[in-house]
């Protein structure tokens, strides 16, 4: 559920938004993965990615995943874009790089808790916004209702 609160707190991504990003990103891994001749070198791109995939600045710090939902990984305290921040974006990504057990620990938590946070988010005070939805500019009234 998308939960609406103060201006400090944007839109909170649902969950539906998340898990599609992520396969996603997934997906994408995959795909292109299987296009390198080297597994090595496949699966060491593919844990690159998925492990910097929120601080890539080339990406304006959103995995291609949030881009196509219109999410961002920020920083609870302030609710900085992770644009650049290595070291957050590897460690609440971290546990997604342990096969098999990882993504089900990660997604058993996501699902239960009640802000629909997983283990990353959590250990390391990360949350996951929808992105403000920005149209044309308008100006506004010299004079306003209030005023008359």
Same mark, same amino acid.
């Given at each position: 559920?998308?939960?609406?609160?103060?201006? +400090?707190?944007? #839109?909170?991504?649902? /969950?539906?938004?998340?898990?599609?990003?992520?396969?996603?990103?997934?997906?994408? %891994?995959?795909?292109?993965?299987?296009? @390198?001749? $080297?597994? =090595?070198?496949?699966?060491?791109?593919?844990?690159?990615?998925?492990?910097? /995939?929120?601080?890539?600045? @080339?990406?304006?710090? *959103?995995?291609?995943?949030?881009?196509?939902?219109?999410? /961002?990984?920020?920083? +609870?305290? =302030?609710?900085?874009?992770?644009?650049?921040?290595?070291?957050?974006?590897?460690?609440?990504?971290?546990?997604?790089?342990?096969?098999? %057990? =990882?993504? #089900?620990?990660?997604?058993?938590? @996501?699902?239960?808790? +009640?802000?629909?946070?997983?283990?990353?988010? *959590?250990? @390391? $005070?990360?949350? %996951?916004?929808?992105?403000?939805?920005? =149209?044309?500019?308008?100006?506004?009234? %010299?004079?306003?209702?209030?005023?008359?």
């Amino acid at each position: 559920m998308e939960n609406r609160t103060s201006a +400090e707190n944007p #839109l909170v991504a649902s /969950r539906a938004k998340r898990i599609i990003a992520y396969l996603v990103d997934a997906i994408l %891994v995959s795909i292109v993965g299987g296009f @390198f001749l $080297h597994p =090595g070198l496949a699966a060491a791109l593919s844990a690159a990615y998925m492990l910097t /995939r929120d601080a890539l600045p @080339f990406l304006d710090g *959103q995995s291609i995943g949030k881009k196509m939902v219109n999410i /961002r990984a920020v920083k +609870e305290e =302030g609710m900085l874009p992770l644009t650049g921040d290595w070291e957050t974006s590897i460690k609440r990504n971290i546990l997604l790089a342990i096969p098999v %057990v =990882g993504p #089900l620990a990660e997604l058993i938590v @996501f699902l239960a808790s +009640e802000d629909g946070k997983r283990l990353g988010d *959590q250990w @390391f $005070h990360t949350t %996951v916004i929808l992105e403000e939805v920005v =149209g044309p500019k308008t100006e506004e009234p %010299v004079i306003s209702e209030t005023d008359l």
